[in-house]
């Protein structure tokens, strides 16, 4: 029997009935929803919004949060979910990664009950959009270093400050903001319209355009308690949130990678040089094979990783491991299926380079690669080399 060359270890079959079906719900909206308007949106620098209530009526919001009308899967299915949407677009996938694990994650974990109640509900709606702000203009990699901050005045705190590159900032009801107190790092829920608070949209990007990034400023906002996340202090506070979403990436990059690999296998098969298909050079094989190869690495990993999280053993440092190895792993497919496309490769009537802009992204956020292999190294030396 012909292997599935996207499958190539049959990680579908290890997987649940549950998980299985979840797969085959989100592959269907990519397929029906997502692929016939993306290559367009990318090119308007357009985020779908319409696409926003169909994520919702498919529990895709919060999918692993329990109750607050949220639909508490397990760790694998949200990363299927993350790996069918990626197969469509990164900026999907971030859409969705920013919603669930950055924003209503942390006011899942760490918020009051009524901050649950007044959020949550419309979030896994998708009546309310979140966003995360914890990177600032002057360095992201080392969000110890933050610059914003809040102050008590009487019950009430004033945040001034500023954050870059903000994944849905300018269509954002809510931003969960990092700040730093006199107690440490603490997590605000700022509205939007509250006053002193901006979002400008970031217009000028090659990568990611079917999403929106922002800038947020906080000039003098002045944050009631209530909207105080609190259940934490500390960078542990964002840092949990950057695990789960980064868990997520991992699964996510697969999809981008299938997708490229699927494109490639169909493409080769029927261009014909120097009198065979380009399918039947030696090269071609070999570079074919070795996505393959690197394509059922990372879906094993990935796998595995899912069961440690679903288990409640996972280390931040194998997350770290995961997202750079698959992010690094997309990418590299991605270029390499831009170049057999030959001039065809800069077209929008094929996947590649598209998949490839938005993973320069996604290879940079949520830790470069260079922080998670530091993070490796600390891991393995017990040295901290930042
Ligand atoms: P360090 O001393 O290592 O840690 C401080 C405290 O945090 C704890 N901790 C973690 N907790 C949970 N999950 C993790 N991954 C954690 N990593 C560390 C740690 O135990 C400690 O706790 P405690 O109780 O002892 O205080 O902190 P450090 O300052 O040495 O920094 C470590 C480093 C460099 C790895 C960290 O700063 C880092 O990860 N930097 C990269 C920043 C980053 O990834 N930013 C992402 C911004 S969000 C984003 O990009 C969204 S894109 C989304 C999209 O569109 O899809
Ligand atoms: P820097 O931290 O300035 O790093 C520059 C270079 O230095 C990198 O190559 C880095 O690897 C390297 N470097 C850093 N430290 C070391 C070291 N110790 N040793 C050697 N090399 C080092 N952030 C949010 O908070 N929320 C979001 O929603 C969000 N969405 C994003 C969406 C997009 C499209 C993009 C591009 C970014 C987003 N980010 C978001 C920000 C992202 O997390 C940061 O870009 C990332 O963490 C890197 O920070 P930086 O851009 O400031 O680069």
Avoid at 138 to 160: E, F, I, Y
Avoid at 173 to 192: N, P, Q, S, Y
Avoid at 326 to 331: E, G, K, S
Wanted: aromatic residues 6%; hydrophobic residues 40%.
């Amino acid at each position: 029997m012909a292997l599935n060359p996207l499958d190539l270890y049959d990680v579908a079959g290890a997987l649940t009935e549950e998980e299985r079906m979840v797969r085959e719900s989100v592959g269907r909206l990519v397929d029906d929803k997502v692929l016939p308007i993306i290559q367009e949106c990318f090119e308007k620098h357009r985020f779908p919004r319409e696409l926003v209530p169909e994520l919702a009526a498919l529990g895709l919001l919060g999918s692993s949060l329990e109750g607050y009308g949220c639909a508490g899967l397990n760790a694998i299915s949200y990363g299927l979910i993350c790996q069918e949407l990626e197969r469509g677009d990164s900026g999907i996938r971030s859409f969705v990664s920013v919603q669930s694990s950055l924003c209503m994650y942390p006011i899942h974990a760490y918020g009051s009950e009524e901050q649950k109640q007044r959020y949550l509900p419309g979030m896994a709606r998708g009546e309310l959009i979140g966003c995360f702000g914890l990177t600032e203009p002057h360095g992201g990699s080392d969000p110890a270093n933050m610059k914003t901050h809040a102050k008590r005045r009487g019950k009430d705190w004033v945040l001034n400050g500023a954050k870059m590159w903000i994944t849905n900032g300018a269509i954002a009801d809510l931003a969960v903001v990092w700040a730093m107190t006199e107690e440490g790092i603490r997590g605000f829920i700022v509205d939007k319209g509250t006053s002193g608070f901006a979002a400008p949209e970031i217009e000028r990007k090659f990568s990611l355009r079917a999403s929106v990034t922002s800038a947020l400023y906080f000039d003098n906002v002045v944050i009631p308690e209530t909207h105080v996340l609190p259940g934490v202090v500390g960078l542990k506070g964002p840092l949990s949130c950057l695990t789960q979403a980064r868990f997520g990436i991992a699964w996510g990059v697969i999809g981008a990678a299938q997708a490229c690999l699927a494109q490639l296998l169909d493409y080769s098969r029927s261009r014909v040089l120097f009198g065979r298909p380009l399918a039947q050079n030696q090269t071609i094989q070999i570079r074919l094979a070795d996505m393959a190869r690197r394509i059922t690495t990372a879906q094993l990993l990935a796998l595995q990783l899912g069961r440690l999280k679903d288990a409640g053993r996972m280390q931040p440092s194998q997350v770290s491991l995961a997202k750079w190895n698959n992010c690094r792993m997309a990418l590299d497919i991605a270029r390499d299926c831009r170049d057999m496309l030959g001039g065809s490769g800069i077209s929008a009537e094929y996947v590649p380079v598209r998949h490839m802009l938005n993973l320069e992204s996604v290879i940079t956020y949520e830790g470069t690669e260079t922080i998670h292999q530091l993070t490796l190294g600390r891991e393995l030396t017990g040295f901290n080399a930042f």
